[in-house]
């Protein structure tokens, strides 16, 4: 088992800036991938970025260049820093660790970007 706990999320203008950061505990030697998804109200969830434990990093296209993620693996944590934020960008964001056969979830943690 794996539990993930994000932080960071809140009321931010456009332009501005917020950093996540999502705890893992448990068997945290299993997880080969962490990632960042989001989801709006009235949209699918969609991925945003992701890190393997190697540090290959990919992006969504609508989040190149203006989100960077970011792993410590001595805190066993994952952060995402998202900069020139808008309105486009408020969603509920999750964490995710992918394991061998599965993946997890946190809880989510709001972003809300106002223009």
């Known amino acids: 088992q794996v539990a993930l706990v994000e932080s960071g999320g809140g009321l931010v203008q456009a332009g501005g800036s917020l950093r996540l950061s999502c705890a893992a505990s448990g068997m945290i030697g299993s997880i080969n991938v962490l990632g960042w998804s989001r989801q709006a109200p009235g949209k699918q969830r969609e991925l945003v970025a992701r890190?393997?434990?190697?540090?290959?990093?990919n992006y969504a296209n609508s989040v190149k260049g203006r989100f960077t993620i970011s792993r410590d693996n001595a805190k066993n944590t994952v952060y995402l820093q998202m900069n020139s934020l808008n309105a486009e960008d408020t969603a509920v964001y999750y964490c995710?660790?992918?394991?061998?056969?599965?993946?997890?979830w946190g809880q989510g943690t709001q972003v809300t970007v106002s223009s």
């Open positions: 890190i393997t434990s190697g540090g290959t990093t």
């Open positions: 995710n660790a992918e394991v061998l056969g599965g993946a997890y």
